[in-house]
C-alpha cells in the first residue's frame, strides 16, 4: 500500500474538543447535551448511546466470562463510540491494557469522558487500517454508530467527513 508522505507512523495528539453540557434532570430526552448515569459513566442524549450500551450489556458478559482465565495483556476496541465497551474492557480485564480506537471526534470526546479514571485504558483518536494513511469519514448523517473510514481519495467522490489518521495494529502496539 502506498503510503502519503504526509503520513507518519506516529499518532497526532488528541484534539481538543468540548464536551457537551450536563443534562438537567428534566432534559435528558433532549438532544445536545450529557448526563451522568448511576454506574459513573456519561451518555449523551438523542443519540445512539443508549442503544450501543443496552447492545454491549447483553452481548459482553459472556466475552469478558471467556477472556478473563485468558489472562489477556492487550485488548483493542476498534470503534469505541462512546467508550462503553472500553469501560467495560477495562473494568472485567483489570490487568490488561485497552487501546480504545474511536475515528469520530465526537464519539471520541466521550471515550475519553468516560474512560479517564480508568488507569488501563489508552485512548487514540484514529481508525484502524492496513497501514498509516489519511482517511475521511462519511455516515455521520446516518447516526453515532454509522460512521465508517474512507480513504481520502472519496473526497473527489463527494465523501466530505472529517479527516482522520488510519493506524494499523503494528503501529499501534508500538505506541
Known amino acids: 500500500m502506498h503510503t502519503p508522505a504526509a503520513c507518519t507512523l506516529s499518532l497526532p495528539p488528541p484534539p481538543q474538543f468540548e464536551v457537551l453540557p450536563a443534562c438537567s434532570a428534566s432534559k435528558q430526552a433532549a438532544s445536545g447535551c450529557i448526563f451522568r448515569n448511576k454506574d459513573g459513566t456519561w451518555l449523551r442524549s438523542g443519540s445512539s448511546d443508549a442503544q450501543v450500551r443496552k447492545e454491549n450489556l447483553y452481548d459482553y ?18 470503534g469505541s463510540n462512546d467508550g462503553f465497551s472500553t469501560w467495560l474492557f477495562a473494568r472485567a480485564l483489570i490487568n490488561a491494557t485497552v487501546i480504545a480506537l474511536e475515528a469520530s471526534r465526537h464519539n471520541f470526546a466521550m471515550t475519553r469522558l468516560n474512560t479517564q479514571p480508568l488507569p488501563n485504558v489508552h485512548s487514540v483518536h484514529a481508525a484502524l487500517w492496513s497501514g498509516p494513511d489519511h482517511l475521511q469519514l462519511a455516515g455521520q448523517r446516518l447516526g453515532d454508530w ?5 480513504p481520502l481519495a472519496n473526497k473527489s467522490r463527494g465523501v466530505r467527513g472529517e479527516q482522520v489518521v488510519g493506524v494499523d495494529v503494528e503501529t499501534l502496539m508500538r505506541q
Open 61 to 78: 458478559p459472556p466475552l469478558l466470562a471467556a477472556l478473563r482465565p485468558w489472562g489477556m495483556q492487550y485488548v483493542i476496541d476498534a
Open 146 to 150: 454509522a460512521i465508517q473510514a474512507l
